[in-house]
């Protein structure tokens, strides 16, 4: 269970009503990836809408959002939620937007677990998706400017569903040891959380430096968050990670790192 959080005020200010539908999206695919590193596929979804006032429209556009997400992802069915319009809760123009996945988790994931010498593929993100934007809402108070740049931070939530698939029907179950989703905390924190104890997470951080998106470097340039800082809050241009054995072909894929 998680949300959108402080995304939705941004993306209501440049977009209005219709960003809700790419909120939807963005809950939905958060999630699909929040269970995914579990080794777990969906099965079904619900979601809350809380608000100050209703706004049908908005509503109408998540409740899309969702579908259309959920549709893309496999076809797994929104069972239901919850609309909530509390005034005395929520302030004006400011949506809470949550939602639920249950998954059912594959048995042939991560037989063979995270070893030593294993290899950190990172996989591109579409922006920082769903973090870091009470940040970035106080960084647009300042620079009120539409342009490409918050258009592209504003991009949903990427789905990492199709590229783990992708990875499985090439090297098979057997070859990926570990994955992690890039949310909350920035890199280091997730990746961390399936290493086993005795063993280290070695990032390149010249690489992750050198192939920063041009996101990252606009906020980087309009804040005072140094790149130290930027790898424990956003994603970097990395949404997910798969970890993998060095004996496989990965001339296609990015490495950020190494497990020793």
Known sequence: ?????????????????????????????????????????????????????????????????????????????????????????????????????MGKKDPNFFKNGVQAGDLIVGLKSNGPHTNGFSLLNKIFEKHNKQNEIIESLLTPHKSYLNDVEDFISKYGYDNLHGMAHITGGGLKENIDRVIPPKLTLNLNYKTIKTNLPEWCVYIMNHSDIYFEEFLNVFNCGIGYVLIVPPNIDLSYYTIIGTIL
């Open 1 to 101: 269970i998680d949300g959108v959080g402080t995304k939705s005020i941004l993306a209501r200010k440049i977009f209005g009503n219709e960003s809700f539908i790419n909120l939807g999206k963005d809950i939905v695919n958060h999630s699909v990836n929040d269970i995914l590193v579990q080794g777990a596929y969906p099965l079904f979804f619900m979601d809350y809408y809380g608000t100050h006032n209703l706004n049908l429209d908005e509503l109408k556009n998540f409740i899309k959002g969702v579908s259309l997400a959920c549709n893309e992802n496999g076809k797994f069915p929104l069972l239901g939620g919850e609309t909530a319009e509390m005034p005395k809760i929520y302030n004006k123009e400011e949506t809470d937007l949550v939602g639920c996945i």
